[in-house]
C-alpha cells in the first residue's frame, strides 16, 4: 500500500522558517517525480515546487521563487521543502506528491500519489 505521509507543519512568524518532510513507503519512487502543493481556506489546490526523478531539474511557483526550497534523500525515502522567509499568505494546508513519471510537473493532475497534508500558519 502506497503511503506518503507529511510533517513539520506548525506556526511560525513572518520572517521564521519551517522545514516540511515528506515520508513515502509502498512503492518505489526512485524514478518518479515529486511535488509539493498548497491550499488555503476557500481556495483551490495550487502548485508549489517540482522535482524530476533525479532531483536535478526543479520549478518552483513564482510566489515562493527564491524562498522555498525542495529537495528529496532517496535513501531515506523522504522529500522535503525547506521554507525561508514565510509570510502569512504562505498560511495554507501543504501536500506532498508523487507521480508514477520521472517529469517534473506543476499540475495536480498529473500526480498519482498524495499525502493528507499539514497544516502551515504564518502569522503577521
Known amino acids: 500500500q502506497v503511503q506518503l505521509a507529511e510533517s513539520g507543519g506548525g506556526l511560525v512568524q513572518a520572517g521564521g522558517t519551517l522545514r516540511l518532510s515528506c515520508a513515502y513507503s509502498?512503492?518505489?519512487?526512485?524514478?518518479?517525480?515529486l511535488g509539493w502543493f498548497r491550499q488555503a481556506p476557500g481556495k483551490e489546490r495550487e502548485f508549489v515546487a517540482t522535482?524530476?526523478?533525479?532531483?536535478?531539474?526543479?520549478q518552483y511557483a513564482d510566489s515562493v521563487e527564491g524562498r522555498l526550497n525542495i529537495s528529496r534523500d532517496n535513501a531515506k525515502n523522504t522529500m522535503y521543502l525547506q521554507m525561508n522567509g514565510l509570510k502569512p499568505e504562505d498560511t495554507a494546508v501543504y501536500y506532498c506528491?508523487?507521480?508514477?513519471?520521472?517529469?517534473?510537473?506543476?499540475?495536480?493532475?498529473?500526480?498519482?500519489?498524495w499525502g493528507p497534508g499539514t497544516q502551515v500558519t504564518v502569522s503577521s
Open positions: 506528491a508523487a507521480r508514477k513519471g520521472p517529469s517534473a510537473d506543476i499540475r495536480p493532475s498529473a500526480y498519482a500519489y
Open positions: 509502498g512503492y518505489s519512487f526512485l524514478d518518479s517525480a
Open positions: 522535482m524530476n526523478w533525479s532531483g536535478r531539474f526543479t
